[in-house]
């Protein structure tokens, strides 16, 4: 039986907290939900929900730091809710990591929409698994973690996982902006553009490319990028 997906909701206020936990249900998702950072990071170290959903504005600690450290650590997919509208907090929100940027307010639906988005994206293909070797490297996806030829591990975040796996499904062929906006989701535009930027930019640094001649992800200037290594599954 395929387990039931958990999302943990974190928010200060309860009316929002009430209307998305009872909008998820219905949806037929477990969840969890949480006024206080602290009471929320107090859940993760019994469980491991599958997205979670975070306020920025939070009455005991700063909602960007905890994304960061949640897409590092966590392996889920984080999502923002927040009531900041300008670009630049989304720009911000998405380059520490988070997948996907809510602004309020919204209608429950649309995240729930989003969540099972963001879901059918995660699941791997059977045909590919969870590990694949290329260059020195083998992308452990189930851990998150890259591991080079010594056995030494560099931890990866989901949002940098995502598109990692764009590329090694796709080993020298031409992915344009325009098809990296389709299969990872995320309105096009400028925060967009940046975000991919940043994420691709720590994946280089994480896989020790030299920037100014990479030797598995290459920017084709005004088209978009290939990964030039070889790729094995399984």
Same mark, same amino acid.
């Given at each position: 039986?395929?387990? !039931?997906? =958990? +999302?943990?909701?974190?928010? &200060? ?15 037929? /998702? ?10 929320? #990071?107090?859940? $993760? ?5 599958? +997205?979670? =959903? @975070? ?6 600690? &700063?909602?960007? *730091? ?6 590092? #650590?966590?392996?889920?997919? @984080?999502?923002?809710? *927040? ?7 989304? !720009? ?7 997948? %996907? ?9 649309? @995240? ?18 969870? +590990?694949?070797? /290329?260059?020195?490297? +083998?992308?452990? /996806? ?9 056995? *030494? ?6 949002? #940098?996982?995502? !598109?990692?796996?764009?590329? $090694? ?21 400028? *925060?967009? %553009?940046?975000?991919?930027? !940043?994420?691709?930019?720590? =994946? ?11 030797? =598995? ?18």
């Amino acid at each position: 039986m395929t387990p !039931v997906p =958990l +999302v943990t909701i974190l928010d &200060d206020e309860p009316a929002i907290r009430t209307m998305l936990a009872e909008a998820l249900e219905e949806a037929g /998702f477990r969840t969890m939900a949480f006024g206080r950072a602290t009471e929320f #990071e107090a859940a $993760l170290r019994r469980t491991n929900p599958d +997205v979670c =959903l @975070v306020d920025l504005s939070l009455p005991d600690r &700063d909602g960007l *730091s905890l994304v960061h450290r949640l897409a590092l #650590e966590q392996g889920a997919t @984080v999502i923002i809710i *927040s009531g900041r509208a300008q670009v630049q907090d989304r !720009v911000t929100g998405l380059e520490l990591g988070a997948d %996907d940027y809510i602004i309020k307010p919204f209608d429950p639906a649309e @995240v729930v929409a989003r969540i099972r988005a963001r879901l059918r994206r995660g699941t791997p293909a059977p045909a590919t698994g969870e +590990v694949a070797r /290329f260059g020195g490297w +083998v992308a452990h /996806f189930d851990r998150y973690v890259l591991e080079d030829e010594t056995g *030494s591990e560099t931890p990866f975040s989901h949002a #940098e996982g995502e !598109v990692l796996r764009l590329f $090694l499904e796709r080993p020298k062929r031409l992915i344009s902006r325009q098809a990296m906006q389709e299969a990872l989701g995320g309105a096009a535009g400028e *925060s967009f %553009d940046r975000a991919m930027d !940043v994420r691709i930019s720590r =994946l280089r640094t994480k896989l020790r490319e030299d920037p100014k001649n990479p030797r =598995l992800i290459k920017t084709i200037y005004g088209a978009g990028y290939i990964f030039l290594g070889d790729v094995a599954w399984g």
